[in-house]
């Protein structure tokens, strides 16, 4: 098994929502660039890759398609987004805190509310590397990764938004 074999090498993500925030918006690019740079992906029972990854909100539910680089189809992986919800919420809310404790003196309190992010963070992409390990194996940093662009997706997507109360 090679690195370069079982690997993500592209992103698209369905961006066909108006809403824009230029922090989540960031943040996207960011990931995707850690992403493409490092990862570790590896679908069950497939030769290798390297991978194209879809991911788009259909029908309620989180859509994760994966091809190989020439385009052909490799797995599709549906979650719901209710095991989400709270972090999602919980990441949200952090985040707000996080971009108002920015403009604000106190670095300790910066670095707090930075810790706690790391956690949900962290906790989130624990579950959705549960959640894909029936088809998909990622290691933990694709899996923050991945957690990242799945939250910038839903940021902007009204239809399914789960952040508010």
């Known amino acids: 098994m090679t690195g370069a074999k079982y690997r993500i090498c ?20 960011l990931a995707i660039t850690d992403l493409l740079k490092t990862n570790t992906f590896t679908p069950v029972g497939h030769d290798g890759g390297p991978y194209r990854l879809k991911i788009e909100a259909v029908d309620g539910r989180l859509a994760m398609h994966f091809a ?12 719901s987004l209710i095991p989400f919800q709270r972090l ?4 949200t809310r952090i ?18 509310i930075d810790m ?42 009204a239809e399914h938004r789960i952040f508010s109360s």
Do not use: M, W
Request: net charge negative; hydrophobic share 35%; charged share 35%.
């Open 95 to 112: 985040c707000e805190s996080y971009y108002d404790a920015i403009c604000r003196p106190g670095l300790e309190r910066l670095e707090a």
């Open 10 to 29: 592209d992103v698209a993500l369905d961006c066909s929502f108006r809403t824009r925030d230029g922090r989540v918006e960031r943040e996207q690019a």
């Open 68 to 79: 190989e680089d020439n385009g052909v189809h490799v797995v599709s992986q549906y979650l």
């Open 88 to 91: 999602i919420k919980d990441y």
């Open 116 to 157: 706690g992010r790391c956690g949900i963070h962290n906790e989130a992409a624990e579950l959705l590397r549960e959640r894909l390990s029936s088809k998909v194996s990622i290691d933990k940093e694709t899996g923050r990764r991945l957690f990242t662009l799945i939250y910038a997706l839903l940021a902007r997507n």
